[in-house]
T-cell receptor, first 108, second 116 residues
Framework: RKEVEQDPGPFNVPEGATVAFNCTYS??????FFWYRQDCRKEPKLLMS???SGNEDGRFTAQLNRASQYISLLIRDSKLSDSATYLC?????????FGAGTRLTVKP | GAVVSQHPSRVICKSGTSVKIECRSL??????MFWYRQFPKKSLMLMAT?????????EQGVEKDKFLINHASLTLSTLTVTSAHPEDSSFYIC????????????FGPGTRLTVL
């Protein structure tokens, strides 16, 4: 089983749609969790840290479920500029474990 | 957020030459930096963890004599690809860890290496 698993997609959605990504992780002792966004041929950029209580930043909502070992990212009212690959990242004792990424394309 | 720079952003070299890539944390000190490579449409693959003032820790399968890492100061780590070959062509990205409750990592802009 992979340490961090994501649905690779691609997710193709119209502008304004709501889209959700899930990610599961294998190490129950993992300490912190993140969503990064990576545009084509660019470096990953931190989108959100995922807090135990869940957190929201504008149109983006992240949730953590430790019992089931998954995290999620919800994007509301999607924009064309949201098109990117979203990487789920889990921190195991300062070792960052990356999911393979979920490709999102938002279409007009 | 913390800023990490990387230089050069792009390099094309002949087979057999060595290429040095620099990674700098611009507005914070990073005792630990990380080097990744990424192939097209693939996720990041950790190559090594670079610790200031000590030897780097390499991931399994990464040749330490091929990929030389030096972390001479709290703001600079370098990766040297020695005797580069076409199969070394890739996107190399560094990151620096921020000491916080969540230990986020911030990435440099990456270096695209093409070996002819």
């Amino acid at each position: 089983r992979k340490e961090v698993e994501q649905d690779p997609g691609p997710f193709n959605v119209p502008e304004g749609a709501t889209v959700a990504f899930n990610c599961t992780y294998s190490n129950s002792a993992s300490q912190s969790f993140f969503w990064y966004r990576q545009d084509c041929r660019k470096e990953p950029k931190l989108l959100m840290s995922v807090y135990s209580s869940g957190n929201e930043d504008g149109r983006f909502t992240a949730q953590l479920n430790r019992a089931s070992q998954y995290i999620s990212l919800l994007i509301r009212d999607s924009k064309l500029s949201d098109s990117a690959t979203y990487l789920c990242v889990v921190n195991d004792n300062n070792d960052m474990r990356f999911g393979a990424g979920t490709r999102l394309t938002v279409k007009p | 957020g913390a800023v990490v720079s990387q230089h050069p952003s792009r390099v094309i070299c002949k087979s057999g030459t060595s290429v040095k890539i620099e990674c700098r944390s611009l507005d914070f000190q990073a005792t630990t930096m990380f080097w990744y490579r990424q192939f097209p449409k693939k996720s990041l693959m950790l190559m090594a963890t670079s610790n200031e003032g000590s030897k780097a820790t390499y991931e399994q399968g990464v040749e330490k004599d091929k990929f030389l890492i030096n972390h001479a100061s709290l703001t600079l780590s370098t990766l040297t690809v020695t005797s580069a070959h076409p199969e070394d062509s890739s996107f190399y990205i560094c990151s620096a860890g921020v000491s916080s409750a969540y230990n986020e990592q911030f990435f440099g802009p990456g270096t695209r290496l093409t070996v002819l």
